[in-house]
């Protein structure tokens, strides 16, 4: 991906799961940066589930981790172990119903060096 890009990634789920955790690993490094920002997020319906980024205006909270990108160093949020100061009823693993999609939209801002990014979810199966 280069500057000024977005992709987006589709996951379908045909069965009930349980998001663990959430996590993206850049192919370059980028510094804490409010302008040059590289900014993933994860959605089920209109519901953000999870952003990984680096942009210094977003605060972390129990969804969001806010940091710099370090080349090959896998970025992610455990939904059992939240950043920010959950309450131990949102340290859990995020309920996805069978049949949804989860969209992934990696957005780069202008001035962001040129590579990929990797992301996925670890998932358990509900019964």
């Known amino acids: ?6 992709d987006v990634l589709y996951f379908h789920f045909p069965h009930p799961v349980r998001v663990v955790r959430y996590f993206a690993t850049p192919g370059v490094s980028e510094a804490a940066d409010a302008t040059k920002a590289v900014v993933v997020v994860f ?7 999870a952003t990984l980024t680096n942009d210094t205006d977003t605060a972390d909270d ?11 160093t896998t970025r992610e949020i455990n939904t059992e172990d939240r950043p920010g ?7 859990t693993p ?3 119903a069978a049949g949804h999609t ?5 957005t780069k801002a202008a001035g962001t060096a040129t590579g990929f990014m990797s992301v996925g979810m670890e998932v358990k199966r509900s019964t």
């Open 1 to 6: 991906m280069a500057a000024t890009d977005s």
């Open 43 to 49: 959605q089920d319906g209109a519901t953000t589930l």
């Open 62 to 72: 129990i969804d969001t981790d806010s940091a710099a990108w370090v080349q090959h």
């Open 85 to 91: 100061s959950p309450t131990p009823a949102e340290n």
């Open 94 to 96: 995020d309920a996805i």
């Open 102 to 106: 989860i969209k992934v939209t990696v």
